[in-house]
């Protein structure tokens, strides 16, 4: 996707729209959990730079493996939870759980019931100035299972942009023994994503050609006179890979919460003047979603659509097709030309995208008709047996012709037109016309002129010669001499 500002009349900034959605974990993030991707906000929130709180009532707790052994009786216990960005909104609190995330996970001494741990008390951080917190517990008279675990219940993290951010948590015990670092623990705990994209479809779209043999002016779609030609659309849609990217608070966001309306700007390089003819000329018109779309009085090859309401689960496919349609009695050249697509996301408040955004994606081109021929032998350019080629249109259409030269390495050189081969025609190759006889060390010549790299094969100095042509038909003759010039041999005739 590329970002753009050609001549569109505001000034566009922000990336609301790219290629990668948003998802969501469990209920809380599990620092014990290796697939753990952690907690998916969308890209489009706003963070404003004295600072942004995000909340989520259970989303953003932390829970994790605090002792896999357990804890004894009279030891205590001392559990910090670290995030590398961001601070709290208010300090979290801290429980001790079972395996099962209950709130039994302490065993009284001389009992074999389960029975909640002791209280943990906020030992230092917490503030909302910082990104520490500190716990402090003692088993006392109790015992910790197995496998017990750490549950931090965030209140909230306010951050001043979209860096993502981990969660450590290390836990030290202490008993008449002296101190024991357990395990360190640290994982993902939420960074950013888009919730909104733009994809290209195509899923409608008719791949017809300008034809050529109708002197460019209706496509190639079958019938005589095809004036309709439909290059695919660009949507907007909503990532659906996993629970919804999630906004600042307690709600799930969608397409309505992003984005107020889209407009959809139509480029040509070409410029648009078969689908532009005035209202002189009837039938012609560039539509998207089947509305009609106007040409820039500015810059012809730009074609603007109305600004729409974008569903909130994005765009249907196919919904934001764009059809070209030349009037049936055309006369303008329809011009080759590539398409593209550029939707500009109007905001629907200052929470989600306060920017207003683009994005640009290709739709199908607009390309002519035509035809190939090849010579799959050729002899060197120095050869003691000279050979010619000699290309004819044998069509009633003019149109350039291409050449390129593909050695027995396999490497094939860049496309030159016939024109700058010494001998070859000062235009066009007119239709029904052929060319002189272009002899094999000209070609050669012309082609190395403009692709320095293109040389003769390592093991072998044959060449095939590939004719590319904008008409109906084309055809490649090859004719040799003798070593002593007395024949004149055609070698083949290789047609379109």
Do not use: W
Request: aromatic share 4%; charged share 10%; with cysteine.
């Amino acid at each position: 996707m590329t970002f753009t500002k050609k001549k569109l009349a505001a000034a566009i900034g922000g990336t609301l729209l790219a290629s990668v959605g948003a998802q969501n974990t469990q209920a809380a993030i599990d620092l014990d959990d290796a697939t753990q991707i952690g907690l998916k906000y969308a890209s489009e929130i706003v963070v404003s730079t004295a600072g942004t709180t995000l909340t989520h009532a259970t989303l953003q707790d932390v829970n994790g493996i605090m002792a896999a052994n357990g804890v004894a009786a009279t030891t205590d216990i001392r559990v910090t939870l670290t995030l590398s960005s961001g601070t709290f909104s208010a300090a979290p609190a801290m429980k001790i759980l079972s395996p099962t995330l209950t709130d039994s996970a302490c065993v009284q001494v001389g009992s074999v019931a389960l029975s909640a741990c002791p209280a943990t008390t906020l030992f230092t951080g917490g503030s909302t100035a910082d990104s520490s917190v500190t716990f402090n517990t003692a088993t006392g008279t109790s015992t910790i299972v197995s496998n017990a675990h750490f549950s931090f219940e965030m209140a909230g993290v306010t951050v001043t942009n979209q860096s993502a951010v981990t969660a450590t948590v290390t836990t030290q015990i202490a008993d008449s023994f002296g101190p024991t670092d357990l395990p360190t623990k640290t994982g993902p705990y939420f960074s950013f994503v888009p919730l909104m994209s733009l994809v290209a479809d195509s899923t409608t779209a008719t791949p017809q050609a300008i034809d050529v043999a109708q002197n460019s002016l209706f496509f190639a779609g079958g019938a005589t006179g095809d004036n309709i030609i439909n290059v695919g659309g660009v949507r907007v849609v909503e990532d659906v890979s996993g629970t919804a990217g999630v906004g600042i608070a307690t709600i799930a966001i969608d397409a309505t919460d992003i984005l107020a309306s889209a407009q959809h700007t139509i480029t040509a390089a070409g410029g648009f003047a078969a689908f532009d003819q005035g209202t002189a000329i009837a039938g012609e018109s560039i539509k998207v979603n089947g509305v009609a779309a106007v040409v820039s009085t500015a810059d012809s090859t730009l074609a603007v659509a109305p600004a729409v309401a974008v569903p909130a689960g994005g765009n249907a496919a196919s919904s934001q097709d764009v059809i070209l349609t030349a009037p049936a009695a055309n006369t303008v050249t329809i011009a080759e030309s590539t398409l593209t697509s550029t939707v500009t996301g109007l905001t629907a408040g200052a929470i989600y995208s306060s920017a207003t955004s683009t994005g640009t994606l290709a739709l199908g081109s607009l390309t002519r008709n035509g035809s190939a021929a090849r010579l799959t032998f050729s002899v060197n350019p120095d050869s003691p047996y000279p050979m010619s080629i000699r290309v004819t249109n044998d069509s009633a259409v003019v149109g350039p012709t291409t050449l390129t030269l593909t050695n027995d390495d396999g490497a094939t050189s860049s496309a030159i037109n016939i024109t700058a081969i010494t001998g070859g025609p000062a235009a066009d190759l007119a239709a029904g016309a052929s060319t002189g006889l272009l002899s094999m060390a000209d070609v050669f010549a012309a082609v190395q002129a403009a692709d320095t790299t293109f040389a003769l094969g390592a093991s072998s100095n044959k060449l095939r010669v590939n004719i590319t042509s904008l008409t109906p038909t084309i055809v490649l003759n090859a004719f040799s001499l003798s070593s002593d010039g007395t024949t004149f041999s055609m070698v083949t005739d290789a047609g379109a």
